[in-house]
């Protein structure tokens, strides 16, 4: 009996990592990370809509207009082969959150989160539950997301001023595939906002924008 419970375990892993590696093969959408602790990772509402055009019409992806939302525990991120995250404040994983998303960038999931300034140091120390011995590099400026598309040879544009910092592309590897960037200092989504949002030189947006669209190109291929 209790090698046909192992067996069935076996199986139901099994087919679900098969399931998972389906979902990734054939979705081409991505969705926005739902997350707790109060922070408000619903922040610039026309950001993805407009990246999505933009990817759709230059990348030739075929990208739903409008992204759905998922939460960080809920087995619906494995549908997405792209999750976005953004916010300016506090953020907190559970430990059953960063088991389900450590699981999803493991299994081929990808995870771009854009600091709307101010999620930086909360960030940092829920990350260490999800990748507890693994911390966030800087991405190297010959890495493929910011040639794989449009050439970014100095590395991550500078959107929006702050703190009068660089812009800095950090990341998670594992197994050498890039599976979490986060990108600090740049404001992206700000850029990729209506025009009337931040009044950015519409050349500005066309960085971010095209930033946006490598990103999405290397989640999806890679």
Not at 55 to 83: A, H, M, R, W
Not at 109 to 133: Q, R, T
Not at 185 to 207: A, I, M, Q
Request: hydrophobic share 35%; net charge negative.
């Amino acid at each position: 009996m209790k090698s046909s419970g192992l067996k069935s375990r076996k199986l139901t892993a099994t087919v679900l990592f098969i399931m998972i590696l389906t979902c990734f093969c054939y979705s081409q959408d991505l969705a926005v990370l739902k997350y707790k602790g109060g922070g408000d990772w619903y922040s610039n509402p026309t950001a993805l809509p407009n990246l999505i055009t933009f990817c759709n019409e230059n990348i030739k992806t075929k990208i739903s207009s409008q992204p759905q939302t998922v939460e960080t525990g809920s087995s619906d991120i494995f549908q997405y082969p792209l999750l976005h995250m953004t916010g300016h404040g506090n953020v907190f994983f559970s430990e059953d959150d960063a088991e389900n998303l450590r699981n999803y960038l493991i299994s081929g999931g990808f995870l771009h989160i854009d600091d709307n300034y101010g999620m930086a140091p909360f960030l940092k120390k829920e990350l260490k539950k999800v990748f507890p011995n693994t911390d966030m590099v800087e991405v190297p400026t010959n890495h493929p997301i910011f040639s794989i598309k449009y050439k970014f040879p100095n590395g991550l544009p500078k959107i929006h001023e702050h703190d009068g910092k660089r812009p800095q592309a950090l990341g998670v590897f594992h197994e050498d595939r890039l599976v979490l960037l986060f990108t600090f200092e740049s404001d992206l989504g700000d850029g990729w906002e209506d025009p009337e949002v931040h009044n950015d030189p519409e050349d500005v947006r066309l960085k971010a924008l095209k930033m946006g669209a490598n990103i999405v190109k290397y989640a999806f291929e890679n």
